[in-house]
């Protein structure tokens, strides 16, 4: 019993020596963080990311779910954006087959000019410069 009590006593005075000398000691040396780099405002954009990003944008228009945009939901869409302009108007420009739908395929048919119209330098891929609402981007004509 006498030894179990020893055997105690030493196992907590190691413990409490072990705690002591760790807390008196530098904390060990931290390699240094490096500095976040500036993050770009945009970075260089292709006709395929392009096209994801505005196509699952609209699509979100699409709220029956069936995988295309009718008149009534691309009303109701932008609507909801706040978007100026005659919907009906720019809904007849996207519907290229002129089916009453607006489907997969014509709005990447549609990006990919829109695409070809903002690439100025036809290097197949937006820079910064390239992307409207950019400082440096030029101006539209209205």
């Known amino acids: 019993m006498i030894r179990r009590s020893i055997l105690a006593a030493a196992l907590s005075l ?6 002591a000398q ?3 000691q530098p904390p060990a ?4 963080v490096a500095a976040p780099a500036t993050p ?12 994801k990003r505005r196509e699952k944008a609209i699509m979100a228009a ?13 009303e109701a869409f932008q609507a909801k954006r706040n ?4 919907p009906v108007i720019s809904f007849a420009r996207i519907d290229s087959n002129h089916d009453g739908f607006i489907d997969r395929a014509e709005l990447d048919a549609f990006f990919a000019k829109r695409f ?5 330098n036809s290097d197949g891929v ?11 981007a030029p101006k539209q004509e209205q």
């Open 116 to 120: 070809a119209r903002l690439d100025k």
């Open 29 to 32: 040396a931290t390699p240094p």
């Open 14 to 19: 190691l413990t409490v020596a072990a705690l």
């Open 40 to 51: 770009k405002a945009r970075s260089d954009i292709t006709l395929a990311k392009f096209q």
């Open 83 to 86: 978007i100026k302009g005659d």
């Open 126 to 136: 937006l820079t910064a410069d390239e992307l409207p609402g950019h400082k440096t």
């Open 22 to 24: 760790t807390a008196t």
């Open 62 to 74: 699409d709220t029956d779910g069936d995988g295309k945009i009718s008149l009534l939901e691309w």
